[in-house]
């Protein structure tokens, strides 16, 4: 069997590896090069924002993948001799009396149902723990098996991964439209000529999936949400948890570097990070962290969230054409997906049973705009 993979960005370059392993011939073409888009920018927290509000669906595909970092990340750093910086640095939500969403109660039910170990601590006792936080917090809420991974890392091993797994790679090949006999895709062909002949074809091209998708003449409502990103350079240690409140998180790496994230921009394919967005980024660390105040800003980035209007990704069989499958809609949770998607999409391309139900993650399902986790207002 031959498989034409759009998109190298994770969903696509991990789908294609764990194809490779099964023995498939799998071709990937990417427009630009692997892994510098949405995947290359995103933060690494191995956990939803706010998983309370997702179907148990979700939840279930979740805890699914987080199942199979462990082994999948010994086996992609014993291969490769690389390291993702995968750490359980656990995650932690402060509260304060202005808050304008309550979520403790949600997040404490959905933890007990969904099996998430949760501490609940007092101002005291997380301020000995998280020292740089506010003292105006009443109380926080904290997960200490959440994990992170840092982004360039992951995809510079997966990279590696997918040569030695000798996955056949173009860069700089955009794929325009598709090749079909009779309704059976038969393969694909790119902005400079090149034609591609497979049996099945996989869309993951992230945040222009839905574009491609009307080009290859199917209606997908994937639309990118931009997300900036400011990174500071410290002291190391001087934060231990991943901390987030709202939609604002912090992120510390092992090296004192905390990454202060992120926007919800509904503004198209617009690029560059902008100065008003920087100054809600560190208003939200002076009110919840000003203990980092004494770190300095090294850089800052952005990038397009594959997103979706109900904020659940897209993983299977496009009806209209058959052999046309999508693996896209990630939305603020790819990282945290890989894995799962990766297998589920590798299992319905050879056709075998997959074990997790995925009747909530259909293409051309109804959806409805969900306001708590699809597209921000614009
Ligand atoms: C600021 C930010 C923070 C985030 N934080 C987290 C987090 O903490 N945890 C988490 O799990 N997720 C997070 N995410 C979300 C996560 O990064 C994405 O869901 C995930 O990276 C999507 O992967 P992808 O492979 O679908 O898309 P991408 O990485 O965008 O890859 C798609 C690729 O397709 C290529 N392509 C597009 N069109 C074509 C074409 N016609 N032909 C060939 N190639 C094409 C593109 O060039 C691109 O390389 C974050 C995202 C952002 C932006």
Redesign the pocket.
């Known amino acids: 069997m031959k498989v034409v993979v759009?998109?190298?960005?994770?969903?696509?370059c991990l789908t294609a590896c764990f194809l490779k392993q099964r023995g498939v011939d799998v071709i990937v073409?990417?427009?630009?090069k692997?892994?510098?888009?949405?995947?290359?920018?995103?933060?690494?927290?191995?956990c939803p924002i706010h998983p309370w509000f997702y179907p148990d669906s979700f939840s279930h595909l979740i805890n699914a993948s987080l199942a199979m970092y462990t082994e999948f990340r010994a086996q992609l750093e014993a291969d490769t001799g690389m390291s993702i910086e995968w750490q359980k640095s656990g995650l932690l939500i402060p509260f304060f009396d202005d808050d304008t969403s309550n979520h403790w109660q949600k997040a404490v039910d959905w933890s007990a149902r969904f099996g998430w170990h949760i501490e609940q601590l007092d101002t005291m006792q997380t301020l000995q723990l998280e020292p740089t936080l506010s003292p105006q917090l009443r109380r926080s809420l904290r997960w200490p098996e959440v994990a992170q991974l840092r982004n360039p890392r992951l995809l510079q091993a997966v990279r590696c991964w997918m040569q030695q797994l000798d996955v056949e790679l173009h860069e700089h090949?955009?794929?325009?439209s598709l090749l079909s006999n009779q309704g059976t895709v038969s393969g694909v062909q790119c902005a400079d000529g090149q034609g591609f002949e497979s049996d099945q074809v996989l869309l993951?091209?992230?945040?222009?999936s839905g574009e491609?998708a009307a080009q290859l003449g199917f209606d997908l409502p994937i639309k990118p949400v931009k997300?900036?990103?400011v990174l500071l350079k410290g002291k190391s240690g001087l934060m231990k948890s991943i901390i987030k409140h709202d939609d604002a998180y912090f992120v510390p790496r092992a090296d004192g570097r905390v990454l202060i994230?992120?926007s919800m921009e509904f503004v198209g394919f617009e690029r560059g990070n902008t100065e008003q967005i920087t100054n809600q980024l560190m208003a939200s660390m002076l009110k919840i962290a000003p203990g980092l105040k004494t770190a300095t800003v090294e850089r800052q980035w952005?990038?397009?969230?594959?997103g979706s209007p109900d904020g659940l990704p897209y993983l299977g069989e496009v009806s209209s054409m058959r052999g046309l499958w999508v693996a896209?809609g990630?939305?603020?949770?790819?990282?945290?997906?890989a894995p799962i998607t990766a297998k589920v999409m590798t299992a319905k391309i050879l056709g075998e049973p997959v074990d997790v139900d995925c009747s909530d993650f259909s293409v051309g399902r109804l959806t409805s705009e969900s306001s708590t986790l699809g597209f921000p207002p614009r």
């Open positions: 759009i998109g190298g960005g994770i969903i696509g073409l990417e427009r630009g692997t892994g510098q888009e949405a995947s290359l920018a995103g933060a690494g927290i191995l090949c955009e794929v325009t993951a091209s992230g945040s222009w491609l997300g900036q990103i994230g992120a952005m990038g397009f969230r594959p896209s990630h939305y603020r949770n790819g990282v945290a997906l």
